[in-house]
Structures are given as structure tokens and as C-alpha cells.
């Protein structure tokens, strides 16, 4: 076992509280148990421990991130992971080949929205943007994928790309899964209108008045900041 590996869950023991893990548990609603250490200790956790053991090379990171976070026995060692390939002295070495690999296992195995959304908005949409090429077909497969965690990583994974949206993209993820009635799929496609809507609230507004099919969350939340209204821009 890769000493980071070790050294980030000892850490995690130390920091333990056994009565604040069993309210995380509830309210994230997981057969995962919690070691009780929210977010701040554990950003300074992992920023400590890579100091203390860097990877040497891309490799290596993300083999000690699938080690910690494939063989996690609570959740925030799932979560360390994640950061750990987000971490920003590794801004650079993210791949594209790890969507198809190690992000698409985690996603389908993760299967609740605190670990696939991470997946989906720092590392899967960061990756599709600067190599449209290579993961557009590959995000392009999920959208009609039976595992509804990846179809949803489809819709929301381009919440940050802003004027920058691959329109046809998100069109055809929303439109495939518009009557699907997963409540997080619903949200999804609400959230994913709501941020574009920040871009260009026009396109939302006529996307929305153009697919009555939309459920009443999803048309909610596309519309939540543009007063809940249609028709105010023009037609396109």
C-alpha cells in the first residue's frame, strides 16, 4: 500500500468523531460508514500528507488516488481521493484517457450525488473542455447509458463552461433523458439549464418553451433566476 495511502487514512482516524459521523451518515443517506471530519481539516489533511509523500509523476498520482478512494472504508477517504486529483500542485496532469477509465468506475460505483457531481463538474467537464476531440463521443455514450449516474454526469458536466457550452451536446443529453423520472436526472436538467441561463438566458428560455415535456423541476430550476417567466426574449 502506497505510504500517502496510509498516511491519509491515519489521519483521518486521528481526526475522527464518532458522533458527528453518524449525522453525516444520515444525512448523506449512506450504507458508507463516516469517519466524522468535515471538509476543512481535510483539505489541510491532504494538503499536509502530499507534502509529506508526493506521487512522482501522473502515474503514480492517479494510482495512490484509485488505491485510496477504490478501497475507501468510509467516505471521506472517497473524498480525499477526489481532491487528491484535483489537488492544484497537480493542476497539470490531469488525462483525458482517465474519464473512460478510473472517473467512469468511480462515477458507477460513487453512485450518490456528493461523489458523482464532484467527478462530473472539477474533473470530467475541466477534461472534456480542453480535449472536445477525444471525450465529446466518449461523454456522448453516457447519455443513453443504463447507470443513471453517468447519464446525469452527461447533463451537468458542463456547468462550468459557461459561453463556451457545447450546445448540441447538452441538448441531446437533456432531450434523451427528458422523461426520465429519476428525481436526480429531473434536477439535473434544471441545474444544467440554470447555469447556462447565466450565458445566455434567451436559448433557456425558448428551450424551455420548446419542450413541454420538461418535469415541473426541471422547468423550476432552468427558470429560477429568470423570473419564472417565458417568453421574454426573442425566439431563436
Known amino acids: 500500500m502506497h ?3 496510509l498516511a491519509a487514512r491515519a489521519g483521518l482516524a486521528e481526526l475522527a468523531d464518532p458522533a458527528a459521523a453518524e449525522s453525516m451518515r ?3 443517506k449512506s450504507s458508507m460508514p463516516f469517519r466524522g471530519v468535515p ?3 481535510r483539505e ?4 499536509a500528507r502530499v507534502a509529506a509523500h ?8 492517479l494510482a495512490v ?3 485510496l478512494g477504490t478501497g475507501a472504508g468510509f467516505r471521506e477517504e472517497r473524498y ?3 481532491g487528491l486529483l484535483g489537488h492544484r500542485r497537480y493542476a497539470g496532469w490531469a488525462r483525458p484517457s482517465w474519464v473512460g477509465s478510473v472517473h467512469r468506475r468511480w462515477i458507477v460505483t460513487g453512485a450518490w450525488w456528493d461523489f458523482t457531481d464532484e467527478l462530473a463538474n472539477r474533473h470530467v467537464g475541466p477534461l472534456l473542455r480542453a480535449h472536445p476531440d477525444e471525450l465529446t463521443p466518449l461523454v456522448r455514450g453516457w447519455i443513453t447509458d443504463p447507470d443513471r449516474w453517468l447519464r446525469r454526469t452527461s447533463v451537468i458536466c458542463q456547468l462550468g463552461a459557461g459561453p463556451t457550452t457545447d450546445l448540441a451536446l447538452l441538448t441531446d443529453a437533456i432531450e434523451a433523458n427528458l422523461h426520465d423520472r429519476d ?3 429531473r434536477k439535473g436538467i434544471g441545474w444544467a439549464l440554470r447555469q447556462y441561463a447565466r450565458s445566455d438566458p434567451d436559448w433557456v428560455r425558448t428551450f424551455v418553451e420548446e419542450h413541454p415535456g420538461l418535469s415541473p423541476l426541471s422547468r423550476r430550476e432552468a427558470l429560477k433566476h429568470l423570473g419564472g417567466q417565458l417568453g421574454a426574449g426573442p425566439v431563436r
Open 39 to 41: 471538509k476543512p481539516p
Open 183 to 185: 428525481f436526480f436526472l
Open 26 to 28: 444520515a444525512y448523506m
Open 3 to 5: 505510504e500517502l495511502v
Open 65 to 67: 488516488a484509485d488505491e
Open 54 to 61: 508526493p506521487p512522482a509523476d501522473a502515474d503514480e498520482l
Open 80 to 82: 480525499l481521493a477526489l
Open 44 to 47: 489541510k489533511l491532504l494538503t
